[in-house]
């Protein structure tokens, strides 16, 4: 398993744009597939986008398909997730997950690894 540790969120308007990070331990980070969802209160947990360990390999909800984009920097332990055009209804915590199999990251159900989540907010 590796900790992860998500940072970026905050308070934006809505059309405006924030970019999340989720910062992964250890050595092995490259051998994980990555994901990010969402939840917000009163709703159940929702995938948001997910990147394989190649990064061509990216999946997107139609929710955010065109506005939200995934990337990874394997030199940095790093997995991002660029927000652009957000809209009020993309308010929500929003969670890192890995794991070795994408099939189980995009799923998010048995997931080996769940960051603590960082809060975004996006005002009308």
């Known amino acids: 398993q590796v900790q992860l540790v998500e940072s970026g969120g905050g308070l934006v308007q809505a059309g405006g744009s924030l970019r999340l990070s989720c910062a992964a331990s250890?050595?092995?980070?490259?051998?994980?597939?990555m994901a990010w969802f969402r939840q917000a209160p009163g709703k159940e947990r929702e995938f948001v986008a997910a990147?394989?360990?190649?990064?061509?390999?990216?999946y997107y909800a139609d929710s955010v398909k065109g506005r939200f984009t995934i990337s990874r920097d394997n030199a940095r332990n790093t997995v991002y997730l660029q927000m652009n055009s957000l809209k009020p209804e993309d308010t929500a915590v929003y969670h890192c997950?890995?794991?070795?199999?994408?099939?189980?990251?995009?799923?998010?159900?048995?997931?080996?690894?769940w960051g603590q989540g960082t809060q975004v907010t996006v005002s009308s």
């Open positions: 997950a890995a794991d070795p199999r994408l099939a189980t990251v995009v799923a998010g159900s048995g997931v080996g690894s």
């Open positions: 250890g050595r092995t980070f490259r051998s994980y597939a």
């Open positions: 990147i394989g360990w190649s990064t061509s390999s990216t």
